[in-house]
């Protein structure tokens, strides 16, 4: 339960003259920088009626035109044409109760309640009479008190109903006071009543003020009351007290605040009892009328204003000497402190500036100066100043320049002046460094092995080395020995504006456009903005006692936290974080300007100066304050297909919509446009997503599920919120993604895949029968013709031959006391005739065997075994039992067939030089082996023939008709084994 905002401000009263606390010379009181929203930002009108603050962390702005919620980014707008339980959007004032509901009064006479994310309008039915409220207030302990008519009710929160508390002992009609919501006042007679904290005090009026017509009365939190009469005048009573003094306009009285963090705020009260805020912004004292002042969680101060929307005041951090303060320009370049104190500023196209003791002294080519624009500055151990010019270099001795006997390379310009431990002094030109020391200058180059003759940086490290860097690269002289880098080499790139050695030897690296470079242990780290480095320009480097890196560049001035960059360097963090300053702090111009040295210095009062295009900007790190709070995370809203949707217990997304955005915000107040956010969809985004300062989430075609968004925002400062806030989402399932769909479509699935199979499976069944049966038919019609034509051919043709043969043989003998001649051709006769025989029964033979028909197929094969091994060579060792009855009679012929055909590819292709085959026969089983020492084959070689038109097909299909199985195994190089086994009995092959 918080208290009222008033309740934490102390507010005093002042009788002396009003005026601005501004010391001597240029140095200035504590300052403010104003940053301004209107409508124009999204502020729904530029009057405001109220500013508070919610639990949740929001601000909220009352106007003439709706009610603004802000997040330190962007407004979100309730009136009556978009928000259920707002009749008007002229909102007349708005405090906060202690239960952290926002109460609004309208025009009209009504009272709005804001509770829990719904308005409420009151009304008869609450114990509202219609139209007529006149003002609310808020006592200190944060109870609400509402004016009805002339009727003061009390809001009772546990029941919810407003009680009349009106004091019985005095009917008057009161009106509500002035500025803060504090109460209510009414005038009867001579007396002033004022009803505030609960209680109704009266006071005395004198006759002057009892004869005028009271126009207002206001009362600021230090409970001092203020009167002002239609006529103009103005009295006030000093809290605790009851007499009436009058304020002389000569003498305007002030009322001061001492907020949270102890700065003091000075307000004076004008004509029409109106408020006027006086402070120093950018040094020049500002006044600003005021109807509301709030300050927020992080010690923002919030104005609102009658007509010019609502400022923000926040303490300036960056004060800005320019030409206002006596500087002899605005645009800046080098900086030197010398060991006096007085800081020295070099001026593009003007001269030199000398600061000391609060007040500039200004020199030009007139008191000596070589030339108007300054490029370098830089002391010796004398006390001197070196200047280097675009007129060439100065020395400033006893209040005069002086032309130093130092030869500078033809054609140009000193931009760097450094003078080393051993008293050598060196100057960065445009075409080489010069090392000067009580005698001949020397220029190196290139050639001597510099990176670059364009020398705009040099510093010496603690252990003696000089680094120089410019427009090529860097530069290392040890001991006389050079060594250099490029980007090439792990540089940040090679324009090389500003070089920083720290207390731990690590050597820092700024660049005009390449990023941060970090040197350590002969090993270079590069940050960027792709890592959190908020430019990738950086002009100078330097380092405040708290070991922040302060750097410049194009867009403003930012620091980082040392530890973070060497986290990063270590391998323990994937990005760093930048705090930018900018106008909102103070910088007239965020336009930095560096490339002449130094580019900024820490003065010896630790304050750090940083040259710009408007003057020069002084950061004091000692009054920089972090904001150690995270950030409150909200998600706001969830648009599906471009619209709005509830967000009341997670999100369901019907299975038709496609777009799913939703805008989150982080509640901070301090550089709100720096805050960054990441979020994470669990379910589908496998790692945190870095959205950098965009307040929404995009996602486009979730498949449906469950899901669980998360977001978390950290503050300018890097504190991250890691809990944030997190909302369930469910993409609903069309119905034919549905489970139960899903598993009606697998059931029907396996019924039609299992139909399918079964119809394929059994047509691929008919289809082998078919092929079996047409086989086996084939098969036995070829070995029927063969015997056919066998047979035709053996007791046809073979008799023929035979009778021819026989005529031929006793023609010889009947004439062989004839002609020599016929006797030759008739013996030729018998000859071809015997041949056409011997040839006749071989085909025969092959067509069918006659002795598998005669002497059956024991005998058939070993004859077959036998005439194979006479006829090529090979020793084939036979063992065949007994088979003649274990086949049928039709399918004999199969078996001699895969005999026949395996000796064929043994004699033919094998190589072999010896054989066996067995023939065995049991009860149950009869098995054919083939075994040969040959050269063997690989499985990608077996032979689908021998050229009589079988082959191991054909075996094997004839093995099948037989009921048997057919295997053949054969190894490159180590022969082959071919098996035959067929079942007897009419069992199964096993």
Request: net charge negative; with cysteine; proline share 4%.
């Amino acid at each position: 339960m918080s208290a009222p905002p008033h309740n934490h401000r102390i507010f005093r009263l002042s009788v002396t003259l009003l005026s601005f606390a501004i010391l001597t010379g240029v140095a200035l009181a504590t300052q403010y920088r104003m940053k301004t929203w209107t409508v124009e930002d999204g502020l729904p009108q530029n009057v405001i009626r109220g500013i508070a603050q919610t639990e949740d962390g929001y601000l909220w702005v009352a106007t003439l035109n709706g009610l603004a919620r802000f997040d330190g980014v962007r407004f979100t707008v309730f009136n009556k044409g978009n928000t259920p339980g707002i009749n008007s959007n002229r909102f007349g004032s708005m405090v906060k109760d202690n239960n952290g509901d926002l109460w609004l009064t309208l025009e009209s006479g009504s009272l709005t309640r804001y509770h829990k994310g719904t308005f409420h309008t009151y009304g008869p039915e609450d114990g509202i009479p219609e139209d007529t409220i006149r003002g609310t207030a808020l006592d200190k302990y944060g109870n609400l008190w509402v004016l009805s008519q002339n009727s003061i009710l009390k809001w009772k929160s546990k029941s919810s109903e407003f009680v009349d508390q009106t004091p019985a002992e005095v009917k008057v009609g009161y009106q509500p006071l002035r500025w803060e919501n504090t109460g209510f006042w009414a005038k009867q007679a001579s007396t002033l009543y004022i009803f505030a904290e609960g209680k109704l005090v009266e006071y005395p009026l004198p006759a002057w003020l009892s004869r005028n017509a009271i126009w207002d009365v206001g009362i600021d939190g230090g409970r001092n009351i203020w009167i002002e009469t239609y006529d103009g005048k103005q009295c006030f009573i000093q809290a605790g007290k009851t007499e009436i003094q009058t304020v002389n306009p000569k003498a305007p009285l002030a009322i001061t605040y001492r907020d949270a963090h102890g700065n003091l705020w000075t307000a004076h009260v004008g004509q029409h009892l109106v408020l006027s805020l006086d402070l120093v912004s950018s040094g020049k004292p500002t006044t600003i009328e005021y109807t509301r002042f709030l300050e927020d969680k992080e010690g923002n101060v919030w104005v609102g204003t009658e007509g010019d929307g609502v400022h923000q005041l926040r303490e300036q951090v960056i004060h800005v000497y320019s030409k206002a303060e006596g500087i002899i320009d605005q645009d800046i370049f080098p900086v030197y402190q010398e060991p006096s104190g007085a800081i020295w500023l070099g001026a593009w196209s003007s001269g030199l500036s000398r600061f000391q003791d609060g007040k500039f002294t200004n020199y030009t080519t007139e008191n000596g100066l070589p030339g108007r624009l300054v490029s370098a500055l830089g002391g010796d151990r004398e006390g001197n100043l070196w200047v280097g010019t675009h007129g060439g270099l100065a020395v400033f001795r006893n209040g005069e320049f002086h032309k130093p006997d130092v030869p500078l390379p033809v054609d140009s310009t000193v931009l760097a002046i450094f003078e080393d431990k051993g008293g050598t002094l060196w100057l960065g030109t445009t075409n080489g460094l010069v090392a000067y020391r009580n005698g001949p200058a020397k220029t190196l180059t290139q050639q001597d092995g510099l990176a670059s003759n364009d020398v705009r940086v040099i510093i010496q490290s603690a252990s003696g080395d000089i680094w120089a860097g410019g427009y090529g690269g860097l530069t290392r002289i040890h001991d006389g020995q050079f060594t250099h880098w490029t980007e090439r080499d792990g540089l940040p790139g090679n324009s090389i504006r500003a070089l920083y050695e720290d207390h731990d030897g690590v050597l820092w690296i700024g660049g005009y456009d390449g990023g941060l470079g970090r040197y350590k242990d002969g090993k270079f780290v590069r940050y960027t903005q792709r890592n959190g480095l908020f430019d990738d320009g950086v002009f100078q480097i330097l380092e405040d006692k708290r070991e922040n890196l302060w750097m410049s560049s194009n867009r403003g001035i930012y620091r980082i936290a040392k530890q973070d960059l060497n986290e990063f360097a270590d391998g323990k963090r994937s990005s760093i974080n930048s705090v930018a300053y900018g106008k909102v702090d103070g910088m007239l111009n965020v336009e930095c300007n560096g490339g002449m040295w130094p580019a900024g210095i820490k003065a010896q009062d630790g304050t750090l100066w940083f040259p710009t295009q408007d003057g020069a900007a002084v950061v004091d790190p000692d009054l920089v304050s972090t904001n150690p709070h995270p950030p409150p995370v909200v998600i706001e809203t969830a648009l599906v297909d471009h619209l709005p949707v509830p967000l009341n217990g997670g999100l369901q997304i019907p299975p038709d919509k496609q777009n799913l955005e939703i805008e989150y915000t982080a509640l901070s107040f301090i550089r709100s446009d720096q805050i960054r956010f990441r979020y994470q969809m669990e379910g589908l985004d496998s790692n945190w997503i870095d959205a950098g300062s965009r307040r929404t989430a995009y996602y486009t075609h979730l498949p449906p599920g469950s899901y669980t968004f998360h977001v978390i925002a950290d503050n300018s400062d890097g504190i991250w919120n890691t809990n944030g806030q997190s909302m369930e989402i469910t993409i609903l399932a069309p119905f034919y993604l549905r489970w139960w769909f899903i598993a009606l479509e697998v059931l029907a699935a396996a019924a039609l895949v299992s139909l399918i199979l079964y119809y394929r499976i059994s047509r691929l069944q008919q289809a082998q029968a078919a092929q079996h049966i047409f086989s086996r038919q084939l098969i036995s019609s070829q070995e029927s013709e063969r015997q056919r034509i066998a047979a035709e051919l053996h007791d046809s043709l073979g008799q023929r031959l035979i009778i021819i043969s026989n005529l031929a043989q006793l023609s010889l003998r009947a004439q062989a006391k004839g002609s020599a001649a016929i006797a030759e051709t008739v013996q030729e006769i018998g000859a071809e005739a015997a041949l056409a025989i011997q040839e006749t029964r071989e085909i025969s033979y092959n067509l069918r065997p006659l002795q598998l028909d005669r002497l059956g197929l024991t005998k058939a094969v070993e004859t077959l075994i036998r005439t194979v091994s006479s006829a090529s060579g090979i020793k084939i060792n036979a063992t065949v039992d007994n088979i003649d009855d274990a086949v049928p009679d039709a399918l004999r012929i199969n078996f001699y067939r895969i005999v026949q055909e395996s000796l064929n590819n043994v004699m033919k292709h094998s190589g072999a030089s010896e054989a066996e085959v067995t023939v065995l026969r049991d009860v149950e089983h009869l098995v054919l082996s083939v075994r040969d020492n040959g050269i063997g084959f690989s499985a990608g070689s077996r032979s689908e023939g021998s050229g009589n038109g079988f082959g191991l097909t054909g075996m094997e299909e004839r093995a099948r008709s037989l009921g048997g199985s057919f295997r053949i195994r054969s190894t490159a190089n180590h022969g082959t084994v071919m098996t035959v086994e067929i079942p007897l009995a009419g069992k199964g092959s096993k």
